[in-house]
């Protein structure tokens, strides 16, 4: 279980969708799993590692409209990241 303190705008749920990140204008694109969403950011899994991942990039998701995100934090194989254009309510 998580013990760090976490401030959040919204409640998050647990996912598991397929999804893609995608960055330098479409060059690179790296699979990744939504672990959990909310209306304002999300947990990212992505099991080649995130080393390679910029600071900010795009989040697409089939029949979704893609996501600008920006990266809070991270380890070897997870980003917490937030949405720079949240979906309104």
Not at 19 to 33: E, K, L, S
Not at 38 to 52: F, H, I, M, Q, R
């Amino acid at each position: 279980m998580d013990t760090r303190l976490e401030k959040r705008l919204s409640v998050r749920r647990n996912t598991f969708i397929e999804a893609t990140i995608v960055f330098d204008g479409g060059r690179n694109r790296t699979p990744c799993i939504i672990r959990n969403l909310s209306e304002t950011g999300a947990k990212l899994e992505v099991v080649s590692g995130v080393a390679a991942i910029p600071r900010t990039f795009d989040l697409v998701v089939p029949k979704v409209r893609p996501q600008n995100c920006l990266v809070m934090w991270r380890t070897l194989k997870e980003l917490g990241v937030q949405f720079q254009d949240p979906v309104s309510r």
